[in-house]
């Protein structure tokens, strides 16, 4: 099986050591690497050549979010037609060696059109993420979460409604019928949008043990604790806007006043504890749950990181 990888990149100096360290780890399975930069600084896009100059670098100019990336390097692998599967890739995700090899293998012999690899958290045994459940929320409820990867059964594949973004194998057929992922909603619940557009469609996404990642969490140096605004934005923006594209009224209702119960209790305990990163991040969710309400899902000064 003739894998093609897809990688989205923008401004990653501070993990550029570790994504080689990743990359010399399972390039000798991929028949072709891609990079897709996210309007980097010329600078880091020097770097990104010099450190990987057999790989496509497809050259965007502006910030389309991993998902407008992600695209760029999905059609871009469907134009060869010998590429039989699509494995998308975040730079700072581990694999064990031979990972693509064993997911290629397992794909091939059943009847699976995405494939994930087990995730583990950093460098160790505790399990992250083994698939998912979609909530009525239209969060993600990840299966073992916690759990040491030497007390789960061993799987060839487990059917579950999604997987968690950034380690995907998928076949050309899934894109070719579920179509690419959705530039509107620019970043997160990319996944709750695939596990939802694949059921439509009829195809199996799955999860397998017999194959290991780990999510190793390279963030840039002195950030902080909670993930920037922007994403909360995002975030609640987004559940909203899933609720419109798959359900319709009743959902969006549920989903936006289940963040109102999520806002409102962060807000309070922010404003008690007075933790302005706190009380920020929680107002941003509730401007992005609003902009949902109202369809807006343009480009602002909340939907993007200083």
Not at 84 to 101: M, P, S, V, Y
Not at 155 to 182: C, H, I, M, P
Request: hydrophobic share 40%.
């Amino acid at each position: 099986m003739n894998v093609a990888v897809v990688v989205v990149t923008m401004n990653d100096g501070y993990k550029i050591e570790e994504w080689i360290s990743h990359h010399k780890g399972y390039i000798k399975d991929v028949y072709l690497h891609i990079i897709v930069d996210n309007k980097s600084k010329e600078s880091y896009k020097s770097t990104v050549k010099k450190f990987f100059p057999k790989s496509k670098i497809i050259y965007r100019s502006g910030n389309g979010g991993t998902t407008a990336a992600y695209n760029d390097g999905i059609k871009f692998a469907l134009s060869d037609p010998k590429v039989d599967a699509i494995f998308l890739i975040a730079n700072d995700i581990k694999l064990e060696r031979g990972a693509i090899k064993k997911l290629s293998n397992i794909i091939l012999k059943n009847n699976c059109d995405m494939l994930a690899p087990i995730m583990l958290e950093k460098d160790s045994d505790i399990v992250s993420d083994y698939g998912d459940n979609i909530k009525k929320t239209l969060y993600l409820k990840p299966l073992c979460e916690g759990e040491n990867l030497n007390d789960i059964p061993r799987n060839e594949y487990l059917f579950v409604e999604a997987v968690t973004g950034g380690v995907t194998l998928s076949t050309r057929k899934f894109y070719e019928k579920v179509g690419l992922q959705d530039e509107a909603l620019f970043m997160y619940s990319d996944e709750v949008d695939m596990g939802l557009r694949a059921k439509k469609y009829g195809l199996n996404i799955a999860v397998t043990n017999k194959a290991v990642s780990w999510h190793q969490h390279i963030n840039p140096p002195g950030s902080a604790r909670r993930r920037h605004p922007f994403s909360a934005y995002l975030i609640g923006r987004n559940k909203v806007y899933l609720a419109y594209k798959h359900f319709g009224v009743m959902r969006v209702g549920y989903v936006f006043f289940a963040h109102l119960i999520i806002i409102v209790r962060g807000l309070t305990i922010g404003v008690i504890k007075m933790e302005k990163e706190s009380v920020r991040y929680f107002s941003y969710m509730f401007l992005g749950v609003m902009n949902g309400l109202l369809k807006n899902m343009k480009e602002n000064k909340y939907s993007f990181m200083e």
